[in-house]
């Protein structure tokens, strides 16, 4: 019997748990706030963002929204994060990618201060990443590895697949597998037999950005599947990166889309602005 890895159900005990900190936190004097950046009006950025604010006011993390338009300037960004920064209510900052293509997103990255920095995207976080000594876990490879987890699979000693190699998803993914003792193969568009390498995987993750690129004969029997992928082929129909019922024959363990991975970022940038707060000792707006 595959069993349904639900990121939904799993991020809503995580959310229940967080509120009992929120409080613990609110207590000692400590009010978690997370300022989200959006500039444009990509539609899907505008729901993500949408989510990340539910999400907030659910815990009990203040939320502050910039909402710009896509005529920002990146000097007029950049002196926002400024500001940003050196707010003592704000406890983290996350700048929504992508951003307009007249936006430099190295520049703006690196203007977060890395305290900050929920998302750890920034050079000094990703070195952190890198030696296993870190404050902030990359949010979508932080979820995955508690959909892993969930599966009920030791990663020690198995062979991880990761099929996409992203600065946000893919690199990252593969230092948390590594420094859960898992073997990493990292595949992309110039792997040649990519199908013999997904094959292999114990654990396959799928983070190409392509609809139901894995398909049923790339997945291993008995294997657990994970599918970062989020794609509208149609007004109203998303499907993963995973061709999801032929891989559920065949799979283990499988994330459904939606209601698998993505839920699981959310609860993990939840968990990053708690950690902040505590980092940065963030005071309420109101004081
Ligand atoms: N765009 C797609 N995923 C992400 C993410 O995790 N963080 C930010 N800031 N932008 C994104």
Not at 15 to 24: D, G, R
Not at 93 to 103: G, R
Not at 193 to 201: E, F, H, Y
Request: glycine share 8%; proline share 6%.
């Amino acid at each position: 019997m595959t069993k349904l890895l639900s990121g939904k159900a799993v991020s809503a005990r995580i959310k229940e748990e967080m509120k009992e900190q929120v409080k613990a936190l609110k207590e000692n004097g400590i009010y978690p706030g997370l300022a989200v950046i959006l500039v444009g009006d990509d539609p899907a950025s505008k729901v993500y963002v949408r989510n990340k604010k539910l999400a907030c006011e659910y815990i009990g993390i203040n939320s502050f929204e910039h909402l710009l338009p896509d005529t920002t300037t990146q000097e007029e960004l950049v002196k926002l994060i400024d500001k940003l920064n050196k707010d003592a209510s704000v406890s983290g900052i996350l700048c929504q990618l992508p951003l307009p293509e007249h936006i430099d997103e190295d520049a703006v990255i690196n203007a977060i201060d890395p305290k900050k920095d929920v998302d750890a995207f920034h050079p000094v976080n990703v070195g952190k990443i890198m030696t296993g000594n870190y404050d902030f876990v990359p949010c979508t490879p932080a979820g995955v590895m508690e959909l892993i987890k969930e599966s009920g699979i030791d990663v020690a000693g198995k062979e991880c697949v990761i099929v996409g190699r992203s600065n946000i998803v893919g690199k990252p993914m593969a230092m948390l597998l590594l420094h859960s003792n898992g073997t990493v193969t990292i595949c992309h568009s110039k792997t040649r037999s990519l199908a013999d390498k997904t094959r292999n995987a114990d654990i396959l993750i799928a983070a190409v950005g392509i609809p139901e690129f894995i398909k049923g004969d790339m997945v291993k029997p008995g294997a657990v599947v994970i599918d970062v992928g989020i794609n509208r082929i149609a007004p109203k129909v998303l499907v993963g990166d995973v061709e999801f019922d032929a891989a559920q024959n065949v799979a283990a363990a499988i994330t459904p889309v939606p209601g698998g991975v993505g839920p699981m970022t959310i609860a993990m940038l939840m968990k990053n602005t708690l950690k902040a707060a505590q980092i940065n000792k963030t005071k309420n707006k109101a004081e």
